[in-house]
């Protein structure tokens, strides 16, 4: 709708129209958030969650993928501190940079064959 309809169609002053129209402003930001929400954040809350359980089930021997995209195996777990296993380097990464959890590589192997 162009201005001027609006303004043709807009109630007479006094009559209650500002009310309606900040009612009906109120319910659209509602149905907007309630769609932002439902669609973007609620999804992404749930995948964090599931990433942080994973992350607390993290064991000696399993591969993981860091956000820097090394790949390795983990031979120590201290806190928030782990040890892995990368060609023939050991690096030391918190645990929160770890951005994939594979199945040990000896594990996948033998499900395979």
Same mark, same amino acid.
């Given at each position: 709708?162009?201005?001027?309809?609006?303004? =043709? $169609?807009?109630?007479?002053?006094?009559?209650?129209?500002?009310?309606?129209?900040? +009612?009906? $402003?109120?319910?659209?930001?509602?149905?907007? $958030?309630?769609?932002?929400? $439902?669609?973007?954040?609620?999804?992404?809350?749930?995948?964090?969650?599931?990433?942080?359980?994973?992350?607390?089930?993290?064991?000696?021997?399993?591969?993981?993928?860091?956000?820097?995209?090394?790949?390795?195996?983990?031979?120590? =777990?201290?806190?928030?501190? +782990?040890?892995?296993?990368?060609?023939?380097?050991?690096?030391?990464?918190?645990?929160?940079?770890?951005?994939?959890?594979?199945?040990p590589a000896t594990t996948e192997g033998a499900a395979a064959s």
């Open positions: 709708m162009t201005l001027a309809s609006l303004l =043709l $169609f807009a109630p007479p002053p006094g009559s209650g129209g500002d009310s309606r129209m900040i +009612i009906s $402003f109120m319910v659209q930001m509602g149905l907007i $958030f309630a769609i932002v929400y $439902f669609m973007m954040i609620r999804p992404r809350m749930k995948q964090e969650k599931k990433h942080r359980e994973k992350l607390g089930l993290l064991k000696k021997g399993d591969e993981v993928v860091t956000t820097g995209g090394v790949i390795g195996e983990v031979i120590h =777990l201290k806190d928030d501190r +782990i040890t892995i296993k990368s060609g023939e380097s050991r690096l030391v990464i918190q645990r929160d940079r770890i951005s994939d959890i594979r199945a």
